[in-house]
């Protein structure tokens, strides 16, 4: 099976830097996403990692230590829009052939003024 | 490109009755999940399917059964209802490995049971 662990919330002010980490254990890791899911809709993609480093999209960073079993989300210049459940999840190779996906519980980001 | 459709989008039930969620994707994905989002509880693997004809278990079966007749449609199908199946279920494609593999979402079937 796999555990991820992720913090269940956070708040940050707008125009700051938010990070929100996640650590997991699992075998046959096959990649690791982040998912934004605004209250009441559906999560929408943010970023993957498969190999170790940071990646980098717009005002969202995604980092990964395969070693570690880390990532984290980096959120610059934020704004209130970004208030939002972050989900952490991590994809696992089975033998069958499978691409399953595994989520956390999300972080719940609160942006204050 | 309508991606994934998912109806009902809320569906009140009696204990003991059954249903079915429906679940269309227009992308030629051969993954499909059904996922159960109970409040800060994160999501949940309900079933899954490789491809037409292939379903299997995922993390919290029980209750519920699958069919991938076609790559377009993958059912939900609740039997005798309880109230611990109280949820949001959402489904979910992708094309596999390849770049990035993201899971595309519906847009989510809000289901109570009482």
């Known amino acids: 099976g796999q555990n991820i662990d992720q913090p269940t919330e956070m708040t940050a002010t707008e125009g700051a830097i938010v990070q929100i980490n996640c650590t997991y254990q699992?075998?046959?890791?096959?990649?690791l996403f982040w998912y934004q899911q605004h209250a009441g809709e559906a999560p929408t993609f943010l970023s993957y990692?498969?190999?170790?480093g940071l990646e980098e999209k717009g005002r969202f960073s995604s980092f990964l230590s395969r070693s570690k079993g880390y990532s984290y989300l980096l959120l610059k210049e934020l704004q209130m829009k970004d208030s939002a459940s972050y989900l952490c999840?991590?994809?696992?190779?089975?033998?069958?052939?499978?691409?399953?996906?595994?989520f956390g519980k999300g972080t719940k980001l609160s942006v204050i003024p | 490109n309508a991606g994934v459709t998912q109806t009902p989008k809320f569906r009140i039930l009696k204990i003991g009755q059954s249903m079915t969620l429906q679940c269309a994707q227009d992308?030629?994905?051969?993954?499909m999940y059904w996922y159960r989002q109970d409040p800060g509880m994160g999501l949940k693997l309900i079933y899954y399917?490789?491809?037409?004809?292939?379903?299997d278990k995922g993390e919290v079966p029980n209750g519920y059964n699958v069919s991938r007749s076609t790559t377009e449609d993958f059912p939900l199908r609740l039997e005798l209802a309880a109230p611990s199946q109280t949820s949001v279920y959402f489904c979910?494609?992708?094309?596999?490995?390849?770049?990035?593999?993201?899971?595309?979402f519906g847009e989510g079937s809000r289901l109570t049971v009482l």
């Open positions: 979910a494609s992708t094309n596999g490995g390849g770049a990035t593999g993201e899971l595309f």
């Open positions: 699992t075998s046959g890791f096959n990649g």
């Open positions: 990692n498969v190999l170790d």
């Open positions: 999840a991590v994809r696992d190779h089975s033998g069958a052939g499978s691409y399953q996906l595994t």
């Open positions: 992308m030629n994905h051969n993954y």
């Open positions: 399917s490789v491809g037409a004809g292939i379903t």
